[in-house]
């Protein structure tokens, strides 16, 4: 595990300890940033606390939507591979 890694998140700085690569921290800190961006485009005024639920609210909707198209694509590869399968033992016999 890598020391303590910066991050900047609303301009606040905040020091983490994380598994990840530092440049996979600064990644995660950059797409909070900007999904903080977007909810304070589209809903000004809001509290603080309301703005951190929707912005979580957003990142779990995308989390889920990939693990969702995730899911999606292994299927189709254990379709596709099934179908290979078959078509070279078709070909072998």
Do not use: C, W
């Not at 994380?18 to 921290?25: F, G, I, Q």
């Not at 809903?43 to 957003?58: C, P, S």
């Amino acid at each position: 595990m890598e020391g303590p890694i910066k991050v900047k998140i609303l301009d606040q700085e905040y020091m983490l300890r994380s598994e990840d690569p530092s440049e996979r921290v600064h990644k995660i800190a950059e797409y909070v940033n900007h999904k903080f961006e977007e909810i304070t485009r589209e809903g000004k005024g809001l509290t603080d606390k309301k703005m951190a639920i929707l912005v979580a609210f957003n990142i779990a909707s995308d989390y889920l939507q990939l693990q969702e198209k995730y899911r999606e694509l292994l299927n189709m590869l254990e379709e596709r591979s099934k179908a290979l399968i078959l078509r070279i033992e078709r070909e072998v016999e």
